[in-house]
């Protein structure tokens, strides 16, 4: 991995972290939104020449 990539991975995850941490200060279940791991929500993407998540969240 690059520095690049992981610094943004380690932002991100820094991110997540605050979103749990502020719906935990407002008195929330915490809750994110992941991808739909199904069939009907893959895509292939051409440009890259590699299969993806579409734009369907649980």
Known sequence: MSADT???AKEQLLDLAAQFYDQFELGEIPHMSVPTRTK???EY???KDVWVYG???S
């Open 55 to 57: 734009d369907r969240e």
């Open 6 to 8: 992981d610094q943004q």
């Open 45 to 47: 993407d051409e440009q």
């Open 40 to 42: 009907s929500n893959i």
